[in-house]
């Protein structure tokens, strides 16, 4: 047959352990058999992170923001454990930490639904979307160690260097300790808080923001003040005409408020609050592996990856020669968003169809009774007896759909 043909590339981000040798399984079994792939490679394996000093992570990002698409493996960020393990120069950066921050997006995460995958909480009937704000707060923190009788302060300059606030953190008279410092910039906040808006009114969808600004009431209180300010002037009337809520509350009534729902939500976090919660609701939809993840840049950059880490026990098996059943949904789901995005932006309807397609063909795949070993104690259709498959057989399984 005659592949698909790709007008530009799209920027190929590679990554670690398991999440790798699947990533490359893929595109042998379903992609490049349908389509001429055009891919601008970055290795982001933690490796060539460390030969390259990180250079490679900017690069990438760059690179992302020049061809406006790419598609991202799941990559290690490395603790004091990894350091040692793969005898680093430092204890680098998370990667997406840094894409997040040189493409100053939005993340939004969505579970995968299949027919026959209970959620752990049984009124969750409809899809429950993150929406994490993907710039500083700990991922851009600086941090440090301190010796007992050291004094940590926060201190602010103005342009020419005199010192306008300096506040106590704390005094470590006592015993050393740890400290940390986290910023955010408006602009984000705004970039952020629009993308949000705009997301709730493209997939028709309530709005939740929640932050801790009762405790914090400076720093989360500044995120709930500019998603207010930005909703009455912008979109308190939009809302209203497409008979959409905006509410915010605190962090902890969202969570009360999500687990009692029965979905149909998206769900607005901070940096950190959006990582957490997104791995909760991944998981409680049924897997992490059931769960897309992009990035959009309010100049219209996407960046599209799997909402989970890169299975380092499955990875060691792997390396012993043994069999795994490690669920790559959410990493075929990347590829497809990446190239339903480049189809569009393109204008080539060919590869939006197989993006499509090829989703169809994952889910059906799943819904018929074929699935890794982490979907099957949850699997319930009557009439259907789940299969566990290896990692590449569910690959080969999804070919045949295709």
Known sequence: MKKIAMKNPVVEMDGDEMTRVLWQWIKEDLICPFVELRTEYYDLGLPNRDKTDDRVTVEAAEANKKYKVGVKCATITPNAQRVEEYKLKQMWKSPNGTIRRILDGTVFRAPILAKGITPYIPGWKKPIVLARHAYGDVYSGVETRTAAGDKAYLVVEDGQGAVKEKLLVHDFSKGGGIVQSVHNLD?????????????????????WFATKDTISKKYDHRFKDIFAEIFEAEYKDK????????MYTLIDDAVARVVRSEGGILWACKNYDGDVMSDMVATAYGSLGMMTSVLVSPDGN?????AHGT???????HLRGEETSTN??????????ALAKRGELDGTADLVAFAKKLEAATVRTI?????????????????????????RAFLQAVASKL
């Open 311 to 317: 299975v380092t026990r499955h990875y060691y098996k």
């Open 367 to 391: 819904e018929e009774g074929e699935m890794t070993g982490d979907l099957v104690p949850l699997f319930c259709s009557e009439g259907v007896q789940p299969k566990k498959l290896s990692s």
């Open 239 to 246: 809302f209203a005409a497409a008979g959409l809520e905006y």
């Open 328 to 337: 790559s949904v959410a990493t075929i789901f990347a590829w497809t968003g």
């Open 302 to 306: 996407y960046e599209f990856e799997a």
């Open 187 to 207: 602009a984000s906040i705004a970039s952020f808080a629009r993308s949000c808006f705009n997301y709730a009114l493209d997939v028709k969808m309530p709005l």
